[in-house]
């Protein structure tokens, strides 16, 4: 259990059973880093069990699963051409052999079916 909001910890199918601070600090690095530069990028820091992300308008959301913390952090963006973009990013980083592993999987991981559908057609 969380001791600063009383939730429960929730395993992360991306980080398995034992999530560590290493881990938290290592997705936040990801995200940031496939963000950078985006209009309206969000900001992610590691918290112990979760993330806390920033928009760009200061809002905040804490995000307990790698899958929570992609969608809120594609709901920044309201404009096609950058959440296409940040896609495409998302892939050209998760291939990139110098982020194999954690950071892989953090940047590749799809939130949702319909991102699925879109990575599998796309052959950027």
Sequence with gaps: MCGACGRTT???PALGPVRTMRQHLI????VNAVC??????????ALKDAWMMTGAAGASRQCHTLEELWSAVLGCFTDA???D???RRRLAY???PANEGLPARAAGLLPDPAAAEYFQGDSE
């Design 81 to 83: 051409s950058v959440v």
């Design 94 to 96: 998760a291939a990139d």
């Design 10 to 12: 929730v395993a992360d």
């Design 85 to 87: 973009k940040l896609r």
């Design 27 to 30: 997705v936040a690095a990801a």
């Design 36 to 45: 950078t530069g985006l209009p309206g990028a969000p900001k992610v820091s």
